[in-house]
């Protein structure tokens, strides 16, 4: 079955960065745009960025675009979120979500569309 593995969480100081992991296993990993979410402490669920299958396009939220980078390497079925000067307002639970349905076609991203989340992994920012 689909599952999907984070890690790379913890606590980082205000200008910090984090490089988040997402190993996934179970399905034809190319074949599959995946995304990064986050929920803050009393917050409802935010979408964070998005990646084609293929690598060929990537989406950020207004929150963090220009500091975070994501990326994929399907050699190693592995998505990653580079998060550089961090904020405190980006404190939260990080998941990894696989969309529902394989080859996206448009670079428009709803956590309505996702299929499979893994468990999140926590990051904290912190002085």
């Known amino acids: 079955q689909v599952q999907l593995v984070e890690s790379g969480g913890g606590l980082a100081q205000p200008g910090g960065s984090l490089r988040l992991s997402c190993a996934a296993s179970?399905?034809?990993?190319?074949?599959?745009?995946m995304s990064w979410a986050r929920q803050a402490p009393g917050k409802g669920l935010e979408w964070v960025s998005g990646?084609?299958?293929?690598?060929?396009?990537?989406a950020y939220a207004d929150s963090v675009k220009g500091r975070f980078t994501i990326s994929r390497d399907n050699a190693k079925n592995t998505v990653y979120l580079q998060m550089n000067s961090l904020k405190p307002e980006d404190t939260g639970l990080y998941f990894c979500?696989?969309?529902?349905?394989?080859?996206?076609?448009?670079?428009?991203?709803?956590?309505?569309?996702?299929?499979?989340w893994g468990q999140g992994t926590q990051v904290t920012v912190s002085s």
């Open positions: 979500a696989r969309d529902r349905n394989p080859f996206r076609l448009y670079n428009d991203y709803d956590v309505a569309q996702f299929g499979s």
């Open positions: 990646i084609f299958g293929d690598g060929s396009e990537t």
């Open positions: 179970g399905f034809l990993f190319e074949s599959y745009a």
